[in-house]
């Protein structure tokens, strides 16, 4: 195996578990990895660290273990049997109610570049790393066991996560099965996944517990869910007893889904609509008839040069929320972007705040569920931020 030396000192945020070594910290390499490869890791002092995938690029190595252990089967199924065990623990998987879960997210499970998330019969696995493409034929082994017929089918779908300077040629495809049964359930509400076109693994199953919150809130309400995608928040307002709901996503085929979705769980519910229209002019020519308001946007900011402009954004677009909500109105603002922190996500929206005059409350601070954990030594994990706000 190639054993990678770091330079002096670059052993310390390994000492603190931290999963990334990045290309800076590398003193040598004894042997010559190919991207995708596990590498044993040393200190410059030639102690063993930890190991990993290799990758060309600034991160350079993803921690798999701090222990020396061989990367096999045994190893994969140990990893995914922790991962289920925790999803069974908080209730998500085994559940009647809920087919739909997060299996593994990446570092926050130790299995840096790794997502697999489980829609009843079908877990759709995607690579976000060279070495995850690499090991996925082992993985998808290792996961078909430890579900003991939990699942019937493997999707496989990286071929937009993986880099592609690392010329791997990612197909997506089925490794295990092959069905297109794809409905799926989340807290006892329906839903198509089209983990074949649609955008991430099908669906976004970080707003399960969000989403069962707004229905709370929904009572008597007149909805508007802006960026609905496959209308997941609509479905949950219209079981919370909404007047009304209105779902909005510049995406056509989204909104075919979120008509599609809704059908399947109230047809015939005339209180919905449904409409392909980019947001901001949504919401710049709509009226003042919405009391609750979803804002939950794609990720404004995916690097950090892009930061000023991504909270330029959500202020921006917070402040045509708070213009137009009735008085007494609820706004659940989201973003989903990694680099935007919580602080600067509540400038940003205090600042809209500000900019409307109006009396707004905190109610609730949100984040993402359980099956999507953060790992202690690994803060970078935390991405989704939302805030319940009461608009007076
Ligand atoms: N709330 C959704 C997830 C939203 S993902 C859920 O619960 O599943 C972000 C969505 O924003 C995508 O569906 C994308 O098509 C849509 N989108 C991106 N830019 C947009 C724009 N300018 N106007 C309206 N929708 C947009």
Same mark, same amino acid.
């Given at each position: 195996?190639? !054993?990678?030396?770091? !330079?002096?000192?670059?052993?310390?945020?390994?000492?603190?578990?931290?999963?990334? &070594?990045?290309?800076?910290? &590398?003193?040598?390499?004894?042997?010559?990895?190919?991207?995708?490869?596990?590498?044993?890791?040393?200190?410059?002092?030639?102690?063993?660290?930890?190991?990993?995938?290799?990758?060309?690029?600034?991160?350079?190595?993803?921690?798999?273990?701090?222990?020396?252990?061989?990367?096999? *089967?045994?190893?994969?199924?140990?990893?995914?049997?922790?991962?289920?065990?925790?999803?069974?623990? =908080?209730?998500?998987?085994?559940?009647?109610?809920?087919?739909? @879960?997060?299996?593994?997210?990446?570092?926050?499970?130790?299995?840096?570049? %790794? =997502?697999?998330?489980?829609?009843? /019969?079908?877990?759709?696995?995607?690579?976000?790393?060279?070495?995850?493409?690499?090991?996925?034929?082992? &993985?998808?082994?290792?996961?078909?066991?430890?579900?003991?017929?939990?699942?019937?089918?493997?999707?496989?779908?990286?071929?937009?996560?993986?880099?592609?300077?690392?010329?791997?040629?990612?197909?997506?495809?089925? *490794?295990?099965?092959?069905?297109?049964?794809?409905?799926?359930?989340?807290?006892? *509400? /329906?839903?198509?996944?089209?983990?074949?076109?649609?955008?991430?693994?099908?669906?976004?199953?970080?707003?399960?517990?969000?989403?069962?919150?707004?229905?709370? @809130?929904?009572?008597?309400?007149?909805?508007?869910?802006?960026?609905?995608?496959?209308?997941?928040?609509?479905?949950?307002?219209?079981?919370?007893?909404?007047?009304?709901?209105?779902?909005?996503?510049?995406?056509?085929?989204? &909104?075919?889904?979120?008509?599609?979705?809704?059908?399947?769980?109230?047809?015939?519910?005339?209180?919905?609509?449904?409409?392909?229209?980019?947001?901001?002019?949504?919401?710049?020519?709509?009226?003042?008839?919405?009391? %609750?308001?979803?804002?939950?946007?794609?990720?404004?900011?995916?690097?950090?040069?892009? *930061?000023?402009?991504?909270?330029?954004?959500?202020?921006?677009?917070?402040?045509?929320?708070?213009?137009?909500?009735?008085?007494?109105?609820?706004?659940?603002?989201?973003?989903?972007?990694?680099?935007?922190?919580?602080?600067?996500?509540?400038?940003?929206?205090?600042?809209?705040?500000?900019?409307?005059?109006?009396?707004?409350?905190?109610?609730?601070?949100?984040?993402?569920?359980?099956?999507?954990?953060?790992?202690?030594?690994?803060?970078?994990?935390?991405?989704?931020?939302?805030?319940?706000?009461?608009?007076?």
């Amino acid at each position: 195996m190639v !054993k990678l030396y770091l !330079k002096p000192g670059k052993e310390e945020s390994l000492k603190r578990f931290h999963p990334w &070594i990045f290309s800076g910290a &590398i003193g040598h390499f004894d042997g010559e990895p190919e991207e995708g490869e596990v590498v044993d890791v040393y200190t410059s002092k030639k102690e063993f660290i930890a190991k990993g995938h290799f990758q060309i690029g600034s991160i350079a190595v993803r921690v798999l273990s701090f222990q020396q252990v061989p990367i096999d *089967l045994a190893y994969w199924k140990k990893r995914l049997a922790v991962a289920l065990d925790l999803r069974r623990s =908080i209730g998500v998987a085994d559940n009647p109610e809920n087919d739909t @879960y997060r299996l593994v997210h990446g570092e926050g499970d130790s299995l840096p570049g %790794l =997502i697999i998330d489980v829609y009843a /019969k079908t877990a759709v696995m995607q690579a976000h790393s060279a070495g995850m493409h690499v090991d996925r034929m082992d &993985i998808a082994k290792a996961l078909e066991e430890i579900m003991e017929g939990r699942i019937e089918n493997i999707y496989y779908k990286s071929e937009t996560t993986l880099p592609f300077k690392a010329d791997l040629a990612p197909e997506n495809g089925f *490794l295990l099965g092959g069905s297109t049964d794809n409905i799926a359930c989340e807290n006892g *509400l /329906k839903f198509h996944v089209d983990w074949l076109k649609g955008q991430k693994t099908g669906f976004f199953v970080d707003q399960r517990e969000n989403r069962a919150l707004l229905e709370r @809130y929904s009572n008597n309400r007149s909805v508007l869910n802006m960026f609905c995608y496959t209308g997941g928040f609509s479905f949950y307002a219209m079981r919370g007893g909404a007047k009304l709901v209105h779902s909005v996503d510049s995406s056509a085929k989204a &909104i075919d889904l979120t008509n599609k979705n809704v059908e399947l769980n109230f047809p015939g519910d005339t209180r919905h609509a449904a409409f392909a229209e980019d947001a901001f002019k949504y919401l710049d020519r709509m009226g003042d008839q919405y009391d %609750l308001i979803i804002l939950d946007p794609p990720a404004f900011a995916k690097h950090k040069d892009a *930061l000023r402009n991504a909270l330029m954004g959500y202020r921006k677009l917070n402040a045509k929320a708070f213009e137009k909500i009735k008085p007494g109105g609820i706004l659940f603002t989201f973003s989903c972007s990694q680099v935007v922190t919580k602080e600067n996500f509540r400038t940003a929206v205090f600042t809209a705040a500000a900019l409307s005059g109006r009396n707004v409350r905190i109610l609730h601070q949100l984040t993402q569920p359980a099956d999507h954990p953060v790992n202690i030594y690994h803060p970078e994990g935390e991405y989704l931020k939302g805030l319940v706000l009461y608009v007076e």
